[in-house]
């Protein structure tokens, strides 16, 4: 991806967070000593978003009309020894801008959403670990955020747009 391409994602990202205020900035790391294909760790991924409704919304999670909201960038350095059609990455991780579902325990607080993210991904990633952030009212905020986000979308070895999650 070009310099001008991650910029327009940069924008795309400032974008969705002045739509949708997002309130979370979550890291979700794996830590796996080895090399991750990205579709497994995709797989984990949703499989961590379809735990966190159903703790959010109960049993019956998957029938509410609102769900967890969120852009998942990957973030890793690729293989030379990998397949195109489903690459392994070092140290791969997901930056997410994130809604919790509003639900019966939408009344939680930061740290309890902390604590029930991080318990949850250790049943995806038992290794791996999880940076929970508010994301502050206000432009810079957001501007911060996406910045952050899109940080290595133009590096030659960047994982391409083609692997974003949006949820």
């Not at 325990?105 to 902390?114: F, V």
């Not at 999880?130 to 009212?137: A, E, G, N």
């Amino acid at each position: 991806m070009s310099y001008t391409e991650s910029k327009r994602c940069q924008t795309a990202l400032e974008d969705y967070c002045e739509e949708h205020f997002p309130q979370y900035f979550v890291t979700l790391h794996f830590h796996s000593r080895d090399p991750l294909h990205i579709y497994p760790a995709q797989s984990s991924l949703r499989h961590w978003a379809a735990m966190v409704d159903r703790k959010l919304l109960g049993n019956r999670w998957s029938l509410a009309k609102s769900r967890t909201r969120y852009i998942a960038v990957p973030e890793g350095h690729r293989c030379h020894q990998s397949s195109s059609a489903n690459p392994a990455f070092h140290d791969l991780h997901y930056h997410l801008i994130l809604t919790p579902a509003e639900g019966w325990k939408a009344s939680m607080q930061e740290d309890d959403i902390r604590v029930l993210f991080s318990r949850l991904w250790t049943k995806c990633a038992p290794a791996g670990d999880v940076d929970l952030q508010s994301i502050p009212d206000g432009d810079c905020g957001r501007r911060r955020v996406s910045s952050y986000v899109c940080k290595r979308v133009s590096a030659p070895d960047a994982i391409g747009p083609e692997y974003f999650v949006l949820a």
